[in-house]
């Protein structure tokens, strides 16, 4: 069983940076391909930005690739999601996922934090 912890979340101006960091616990971290996805109010959960094991492979939205960077730090059992260039529509509550598949999907994952708020003012 893993356990999910996501932090960073806040309100920033549109333009504005934030770094999301999600930590493992209760599991082999570097067992699982690590997941961030987003849901907005009204709106389905949507796949945000994923990244393989090793950290090597990442994998992005086109709504987000070239502003967000997603990383791992397997030694600290921690994701990492930096988000740069915020827009208003980048609002919604961000979820850190876990998979032992590759998957972008959300049916895919097996475990799932509890979210964190990012609200971007334009």
């Known amino acids: 069983q893993v356990q999910l912890v996501e932090s960073g979340g806040g309100l920033v101006q549109a333009g504005g940076s934030l770094r999301l960091s999600c930590a493992a616990s209760g599991g082999s971290f570097s067992n699982y391909h690590m997941g961030w996805f987003r849901q907005a109010p009204g709106k389905e959960r949507e796949f945000v930005a994923v990244?393989?094991?090793?950290?090597?492979?990442?994998y992005y939205a086109d709504s987000v690739k070239g502003r967000f960077t997603i990383s791992r730090d397997n030694a600290k059992n921690t994701v990492y999601l930096q988000m740069n260039i915020l827009k208003p529509e980048d609002t919604a509550v961000y979820y850190c996922?876990?998979?032992?598949?590759?998957?972008?999907?959300?049916?895919?994952?097996?475990?799932w934090g509890e979210g964190t708020l990012v609200t971007v003012s334009s």
């Open positions: 996922a876990a998979s032992r598949l590759y998957r972008a999907r959300p049916e895919s994952m097996d475990y």
């Open positions: 990244i393989n094991w090793i950290g090597d492979s990442p």
